[in-house]
């Protein structure tokens, strides 16, 4: 799914995501079970509400927006998210946000459950959420 100006708001099924936009929001609910994704945008939102496979990859990147992953069921898995200018709400482990030494932004590096899956979330202006329902 890739968009140059405009919004992505998409309910699918599948194990392998890509969802990029120039200008606009990216929603997806993912119905099965993620192994690998990649979710950029230049100006605008991220939103992804998936189950996580044990040995997924996930990319979220953004410049300015916020970024907002909801995963469903077991989760095990590296967790890296990095914000310059904004909060990171981190519900998975309770794993606080560490302000960066050299200036204004905010970083968590934790590890969930068995920490076999690699998810990677950064923004330069915008706020991520973590959850697991």
């Known amino acids: ?48 509400s998936t189950t996580l496979a044990a040995d997924a990859e996930l990319t979220m990147e953004s410049t300015s927006g916020d970024i907002s992953l909801s995963l469903h069921g077991e989760v095990n898995a590296r967790v890296t998210a990095g914000s310059r200018s904004g909060d990171i709400d981190n519900d998975l482990n309770g794993a606080s946000a560490e302000s960066d030494w050299f200036g204004p932004g905010a970083e968590v590096r934790t590890s969930v459950g068995t920490g076999t899956a690699v998810l990677e979330l950064e923004t330069l202006s915008g706020d991520i959420r973590i959850s697991r329902h």
């Open 1 to 48: 799914m890739i968009t140059v100006s405009g919004e992505i708001d998409a309910q699918v099924s599948s194990a392998r995501l890509e969802a990029r936009s120039v200008s606009g929001d990216a929603v997806v609910r993912n119905g099965a079970t993620l192994s690998r994704a990649v979710f950029a945008t230049v100006s605008g939102d991220l939103e992804l």
